[in-house]
């Protein structure tokens, strides 16, 4: 009888670690973590500027994402709010309002009205359930809306770098992030039939990149560079006036300062 060796993915999990790592947290729970490899990867990079910089530029790549994620959903889910259907009327009598909607826009009554409208091709049109069913849009914002966002990368679980931001966006926005924008790609002939919410994780990821391999794209390559495109020196003047200079390679834990040296003496074999 032949024994099954074959190992299963939880069996051995480790094999599909890879030395380098991102993760993306809100408020301390992780969102996205990718491990990948890095191709001629240059440990001088580590004392380099041009890495945290490349991180901070990644962080706000992702900020932008969903930014623009909520700039759709407002427009999409509370363009207009109106305290009664009457108000709503006296609004739309204006022909120069009824000219800046679009179809599909939603229309938003204040509570504790049970219905919304969208903008249809004649006017408002009443749908069956309301936009916002918790009062989002009219709730004045809390310390909780308020959430701090990181984006880190890691070599063998150590933290390298990573770029922190506190943002504010939707709930709708920032209980959904996607940041390969893939979950709700779908074919724009099936979308007629989708439910509402269905329909916004659609249109917020319509025609967007992936932000992940972006991402990984933008860290591969600055961890690339040869020797001479790094900064490695920052100089500035302290309190007193005078000019001081640090070599950030000096302040390099000893494991990459080992690297760098393992890979000079490659280079001159």
């Not at 947290?25 to 191709?39: E, H």
């Not at 779908?186 to 025609?207: A, C, H, Q």
Request: proline share 3%; charged share 30%; hydrophobic share 30%.
């Amino acid at each position: 009888m032949v024994e099954n060796t074959k190992k299963s993915f939880l069996d051995n999990q480790k094999d599909y670690y890879e030395r380098f790592e991102f993760k993306f947290t809100v408020g301390g729970n992780i969102i996205c973590q990718r491990y990948f490899k890095i191709n001629n990867f240059n440990p001088l990079s580590y004392a380099s500027k041009e890495l945290p910089e490349t991180i901070e530029g990644c962080g706000r790549m992702i900020d932008r994402d969903l930014k623009d994620k909520t700039a759709i959903y407002l427009s999409l889910a509370a363009p207009q709010v109106f305290k009664n259907e009457k108000e709503m009327e006296t609004f739309f009598e204006n022909e120069y309002n009824k000219n800046r909607m679009t179809l599909g826009e939603g229309i938003v009554l204040k509570h504790p009205n049970t219905h919304d409208y969208a903008w249809g091709s004649n006017g408002p049109k009443l749908l069956s359930e309301k936009f916002d069913t918790k009062g989002e849009f009219f709730n004045a914002l809390t310390q909780e809306d308020w959430t701090d966002y990181k984006f880190t990368f890691y070599d063998n679980g150590r933290e390298v770098c990573s770029y922190t931001w506190t943002g504010c966006y939707p709930k709708a926005v920032r209980n959904t992030i996607d940041l390969s924008n893939k979950r709700s790609k779908m074919n724009p002939d099936d979308i007629n039939g989708l439910k509402f919410d269905t329909y916004l994780l659609y249109k917020m990821s319509e025609d967007k990149q992936d932000i992940v391999y972006k991402v990984i794209r933008e860290i591969c390559t600055v961890c690339g560079y040869p020797d001479e495109w790094y900064t490695t020196t920052q100089t500035f003047t302290d309190a007193n006036g005078k000019t001081v200079t640090y070599d950030n390679e000096k302040y390099l834990p000893e494991i990459v300062k080992q690297e760098i040296k393992e890979l000079k003496k490659k280079r001159r074999v």
